[in-house]
Nanobody, 123 residues
Framework: QVQLVESGGGLVQPGGSLRLSCAAS????????MGWFRQAPGKEREFVAA????????YYQDSVKGRFTVSRDNAKKLVYLQMNSLKPEDTAVYYC????????????????WGQGTQVTVSS
C-alpha cells in the first residue's frame, strides 16, 4: 500500500538547522511531484515547498525562501527538506505529500500524505 513516512523532526534552537526526510513506497515515486506542508496548533495546514517529478523545478512559500531547500532522490524514493536559520514561527507538524498532476501548492491537489513529524524551534 502507499506509504509516506517522515522523519528528522525534533527540538532545535532558533537559528539552528534540521533536515527532514520522507520515504515513499507503494507508488511510482518518480512520476509524482512532492510537497512539504506544515500545520501549527490552531492554524490551517499551509504549503511550504514543492519539487517536480524530476527534481528540476522547485517552489517555496515566501516565508521560507532562502532558508529551506527541497530535494529528492528518485533512486532511493526519498524527498528532503533542509531547514536552516530556523525561527520559532517555523514550529509545526511537517507533512510530506505526493501529487500526480502538476506542480501544486494547494493541499487539495495532493493524492497521498504522510503522518507528519514535529518540528519545534525554541530556546
Amino acid at each position: 500500500q502507499v506509504q509516506l513516512v517522515e522523519s528528522g523532526g525534533g527540538l532545535v534552537q532558533p537559528g539552528g538547522s534540521l533536515r527532514l526526510s520522507c520515504a515513499a513506497s507503494g507508488f511510482t515515486f518518480s512520476s509524482y511531484a512532492m510537497g512539504w506542508f506544515r500545520q501549527a496548533p490552531g492554524k490551517e495546514r499551509e504549503f511550504v515547498a514543492a519539487i517536480n517529478y524530476s527534481g528540476g523545478r522547485t517552489y517555496y512559500q515566501d516565508s521560507v525562501k532562502g532558508r529551506f531547500t527541497v530535494s529528492r532522490d528518485n533512486a532511493k524514493k526519498l524527498v528532503y527538506l533542509q531547514m536552516n536559520s530556523l525561527k520559532p514561527e517555523d514550529t509545526a507538524v511537517y507533512y510530506c505529500a505526493a501529487a500526480l498532476s502538476g506542480f501544486p501548492s494547494s493541499l487539495y491537489e495532493y493524492d497521498y500524505w504522510g503522518q507528519g513529524t514535529q518540528v519545534t524551534v525554541s530556546s
